[in-house]
């Protein structure tokens, strides 16, 4: 299967009816700020450089962001942080991702969510993420050339822990989440973990510009490896 033929499917899905239901609420009732937009309400697929060694990893669409605009990390605050941030350290080629014509272009970065659509209270339940998982593990089969994984946020960075033990023994205890921290896979790539860009993370200072770019350098340095 084509990766382009992976994304129509996942385009197309409509396997958990709680998920549909709740990206499509969100699409008709919109933001008063995005009243006049047509929302996409649709699942998410990943983007970016097929050929990269390091993928990024978010948990889901946002409900104004990815799930308005069709695109992961694009029209919202983290997009906005994120984006400042990869651009200034050479992962794209513009600082903005604002709308999906918008001109960006990743370097030796591919951008995905472990979750395709937008879940009530950003909380997925197990069977949403294991129905998705199906999708994720035909995205790394197509992403030959990786050899890193940044996990953004926690609950992503489980996510990723859950998705390898389907086909790993592996003793979560030996995985604590930190920022920057790195840990050796089973398939000999890296998990690094990263605080996620959201609003409330950049307000608490919990991380800024300095810290996130400080992080993707320490990345591309274990890219080289």
Known sequence: MTLSKLNKLIID???CGRLVNFREKIATEKRRQYIDETYWGKPITGYGDINSQLLMIGLAPAAHGGNRTGRVFTGDKSADFLFKC???????????????????KLKNLYLTTALKCVPPEDKPKSDELKTCFK???EEINHLANINTIVALGKIAFDACLNFYMQDYELKRKDFIFQHGTDYLLPDKKILIGSYHPSPRNVNTGRIDENKMFKLLKKVKKVMDR
Request: glycine fraction near 8%; include cysteine.
């Open 86 to 104: 990869l651009y200034k350290a050479g992962f794209s080629n513009q600082s903005i991702s604002i709308s999906k014509d918008d001109g960006l």
């Open 13 to 15: 899905c409509r396997q």
């Open 135 to 137: 999708f994720f593990r």
